[in-house]
């Protein structure tokens, strides 16, 4: 079953609302923090948020771009794009699969 | 107190490394936030991660650079445990009716001291492989002016004045209070205020040793040596422990009606020398098979 847990513990949920985030283009902190809430309803706390993003990087799905101020923007890898891919077709398809049972239920 | 300088305070609880990597770029979101308490307990929580999991610090650290150090720090701990529940076997020997029994010799007497040099060996051999690490740490704290490491390396030492001014501090109000002749409910209270001060300070000193440690960058070939006198501390644990379930058997044929009396805190304090020491055999095996996979 296709879940939200990527093998980053209780950042996994957070860790894949960033990838969603900066699928639409790169983007600081308080932007994705910004982003998030408007795409997700979630609203992620600053510690929560720069958690994910050191695992994240870590595993090079997101890297840090040149940044002419304070703010350090991201975006997202080759192997982050790959990745988020990978879950949001296996959400899909999770998807897919919940709704036909409650249409034939 | 501004918004700046509470924002740097929590920024000084993170690690130096993920303060290297994400420092500024934090600072700046946190501007941007109302510091309120759920954001505090979330960059809290971050803080702990981040001495957690120092593996996601940002590049400064090289996951898998020292291998040696997290089986041989848990070892480290499984021996302070250790070393723990025997003050609290010798406390529950020293003044006893148990005495007069291991002074005219028998098993009992030979029990305790094989027991006493197996345990001056593990201290031994615990030095052997922990000093050189620790002089090391100590002398790039010194070395590189690190606030950090120098404060953790001093716990140890604040926790020791600490003990000797609570010590100090009770025995004065006793004599002050007009005497030796304290009621047994006193004695009890002096007793658990000592023995909980002296858990709170080893936990301490270990947290700070053990800590400082990990975040100084003390070569591997020390830690490499250190497997040998681990598995010299963890063989004499094991053997301590035989000793003391040997003097328990020897106590309760000597002295049934005391020892029946003891039974309880001497299976307590077995349980948990045997598990300590379990600990420290796994963390000396684990030391020993990172070593044939990485050579």
New interface residues.
């Given amino acids: 079953m296709p879940t939200f847990d990527l093998g980053l513990g209780r950042f996994s949920e957070p860790a894949l609302l960033i990838l969603v985030s900066l699928a639409g283009g790169a983007k600081h902190g308080y932007s994705m923090m910004e982003d998030i809430t408007h795409i997700s309803g979630v609203k992620l706390g600053p510690g929560t948020l720069y958690g994910a993003i050191a695992r994240l990087e870590q595993r090079n799905l997101i890297e840090p771009l040149p940044s002419e101020d304070r703010r350090q923007p991201y975006r997202l890898t080759e192997a982050g794009r790959e990745f988020l891919q990978m879950q949001l077709n296996n959400l899909e398809q999770f998807t897919t699969t919940g709704l036909r049972r409650l249409a034939a239920s | 107190m501004t918004k700046q300088e509470r924002v740097q305070w929590l920024l000084r609880l993170f690690p130096s490394a ?1 303060r290297m ?2 420092e ?7 501007l ?2 109302r510091l309120g308490p ?2 505090l ?7 702990l ?2 001495h957690l999991h120092p ?4 590049p400064q650290y090289i ?1 898998g650079k020292n291998p040696y150090r997290a089986p041989l720090l848990a070892g480290f701990c499984a021996y302070i445990v250790f070393v723990l529940a025997g003050m609290a076997f010798y406390g529950m020997v020293d003044d006893s009716p148990y005495l007069k029994v291991m002074h005219q010799g028998g098993s009992l007497h030979w029990a305790w001291n094989i027991t006493a040099d197996l345990a001056g060996l593990t201290l031994l051999a615990m030095l052997a492989g922990g000093v050189p690490i620790v002089l090391v740490a100590l002398r790039q704290a010194f070395k590189e002016k690190r606030k950090d490491l120098l404060l953790l390396l001093a716990l140890p030492l604040f926790a020791l004045v600490s003990l000797i001014v609570i010590y100090g501090g009770t025995i004065l109000i006793i004599l002050l209070m007009g005497g030796s002749h304290l009621p047994q409910s006193g004695t009890q209270l002096i007793v658990s205020i000592w023995s909980i001060s002296f858990i709170i300070a080893a936990v301490v000193s270990v947290a700070g040793t053990c800590l400082a440690i990990t975040r100084s960058a003390v070569g591997i070939s020390l830690f490499k040596f250190a497997r040998y006198p681990g598995i010299i501390t963890t063989a004499a644990m094991a053997l301590v422990v035989g000793g003391i379930v040997w003097w328990g058997i020897s106590a309760g044929e000597a002295l049934p009606q005391v020892f029946a009396g003891n039974l309880a805190g001497w299976v307590a304090i077995v349980a948990v020398m045997a598990l300590a020491t379990l600990v420290a055999g796994f963390s000396a095996a684990r030391s020993f098979s990172i070593h044939n996979q990485t050579s």
């Avoid at chain 2, 500024?24 to 946190?30: A, G, I, K, P």
């Avoid at chain 2, 307990?41 to 803080?47: A, G, N, R, S, Y």
């Fill in positions: 993920w990597r994400y500024e770029e934090f600072t700046e979101l946190l941007q936030q759920f954001v307990l979330d960059v809290i929580m971050c803080v991660d981040a593996e996601f610090s940002g996951p």
